[in-house]
Nanobody
């Protein structure tokens, strides 16, 4: 019932910035956690950043100090501000959300992903 749609990906030069956005729609009774993951070619999907209902955030070491995750709770939207981008940040970025969705009190959904390409 819940769908996530990402936007904001694209091509950027090293050192540049992008802002990703993810909008959740559907029957959402409680949004507990939202986050971003990424998957580069030939690699497993990895956590980039998460934010929970308390506002606490968690970042991968590789992005600390460069990326910021924040939520617009009233709109069930999460953003990822990415600064000082590096070529190794190139990946498909996926939005993830966990909460009470519809009849499922432990729902988890994924977006389809948005491609971020950082050129050197």
């Amino acid at each position: 019932q819940v769908q996530l749609v990402e936007s904001g990906g694209g091509l950027v030069q090293a050192g540049g910035s992008l802002r990703l956005s993810c909008v959740a729609s559907g029957t959402i009774f409680s949004m507990n956690t939202m986050g971003w993951y990424r998957q580069a070619p030939g690699k497993q999907r990895e956590l980039v950043a998460t934010i929970i209902s308390s506002g606490n955030t968690n970042y991968a070491d590789s992005v600390k100090g460069r990326f910021t995750i924040y939520r617009d709770k009233s709109k069930n939207t999460v953003h990822l501000q990415m600064n000082s981008l590096k070529p190794e940040d190139t990946a498909v970025y996926y939005c993830n959300a966990a909460g009470w969705f519809g009849r499922n009190p432990m729902g988890e959904v994924w977006g389809q992903g948005t491609l971020v390409t950082v050129s050197s």
